[in-house]
C-alpha cells in the first residue's frame, strides 16, 4: 500500500496470497494495493485443493478403520486428532488470533468451539468431519470469489478506451476518462 512493494500489505496480513481471512478488516483481495492477486489467488486454490482432498482420504480411512477394528479409546483419539489437525490448524489458529486480540465471535471461534465440544465427548469423527466439510466449504467460497473477482477484471478490461463524441455533423474521439 506505500507503493514499495505492490504485496506487501498482503505480507503483513499473513501472506498468504490474498486470503487472510477476515483477520484485518483492511485486508483482503479487495485491500487496493494494486497488484493483481488473481493468478496468486487462483495458485493458491490449486496447492489448497490437493491438500483437501488427502485430508479427506484420511478422515475417510479412520472411519474404516473405527468400523472394522477394535482399539482402545486412547488410540482413536489420536487417530482421529491427527486429521482434526491437519484440517483444522489453520481454523484454531486464527481463532486464537482473534481471541487474543478481543475479536471472540467470529466462525472461526464457532467452529473451534464445536469441533473441540465434540472432542470432549468424545464424538471424534463428527469433529473431524465438521471441520473438515466448513474447510471444504471455504475452499469453494475463495474459488467463487476468485471466479467472480476474475470476471470482473475481464468485464473491465473489456471498456473502451476511446469514446467518439458526435455532435451535429461532427465527431471528436477522446480518451474515455475524459468523457
Known amino acids: 500500500q506505500d507503493g514499495t512493494d505492490p504485496c506487501s500489505c498482503h505480507e503483513e496480513?499473513?501472506?498468504?496470497?490474498?486470503?487472510?481471512?477476515?483477520?484485518?478488516?483492511?485486508?483482503?483481495?479487495?485491500?487496493?494495493?494494486?497488484h493483481d492477486c488473481g493468478d496468486e489467488e487462483k495458485n493458491e486454490l490449486s496447492r489448497q485443493l490437493p491438500l483437501l482432498v488427502v485430508r479427506a482420504v484420511r478422515f475417510v480411512l479412520c472411519l474404516i478403520l473405527e468400523h472394522t477394528t477394535q482399539m482402545s479409546p486412547i488410540v482413536w483419539?489420536?487417530?482421529?486428532?491427527?486429521?482434526?489437525?491437519l484440517v483444522g490448524w489453520?481454523?484454531?489458529?486464527?481463532?486464537?488470533?482473534?481471541?487474543?486480540?478481543?475479536a471472540v465471535f467470529d466462525?472461526?471461534?464457532?467452529?473451534?468451539?464445536?469441533?473441540?465440544?465434540?472432542?470432549?465427548i468424545q464424538e471424534y469423527p463428527?469433529?473431524?468431519?465438521?471441520?473438515?466439510?466448513?474447510?471444504?466449504?471455504?475452499?469453494?467460497?475463495?474459488?467463487?470469489v476468485a471466479r467472480s473477482r476474475s470476471q470482473i477484471m475481464e468485464t473491465i478490461d473489456m471498456r473502451a478506451e476511446n469514446v467518439t463524441i458526435v455532435t451535429g455533423n461532427t465527431t471528436k474521439v477522446i480518451p474515455a476518462e475524459d468523457a
Do not use: Q
Not at 499473513?14 to 483481495?29: I, N
Not at 483419539?77 to 489437525?85: E, H, K
Not at 473431524?128 to 466439510?133: D, E, I, K, W
Open 13 to 34: 496480513h499473513g501472506g498468504d496470497s490474498c486470503h487472510c481471512r477476515g483477520d484485518d478488516e483492511d485486508c483482503g483481495c479487495g485491500c487496493g494495493c494494486g
Open 77 to 85: 483419539l489420536i487417530a482421529y486428532l491427527i486429521p482434526y489437525l
Open 90 to 102: 489453520e481454523t484454531l489458529w486464527i481463532s486464537a488470533k482473534r481471541i487474543a486480540h478481543g
Open 107 to 120: 466462525e472461526n471461534f464457532l467452529m473451534a468451539i464445536a469441533t473441540l465440544g465434540a472432542f470432549a
Open 126 to 144: 463428527e469433529a473431524v468431519g465438521v471441520m473438515l466439510f466448513y474447510r471444504i466449504g471455504e475452499w469453494f467460497g475463495h474459488k467463487a
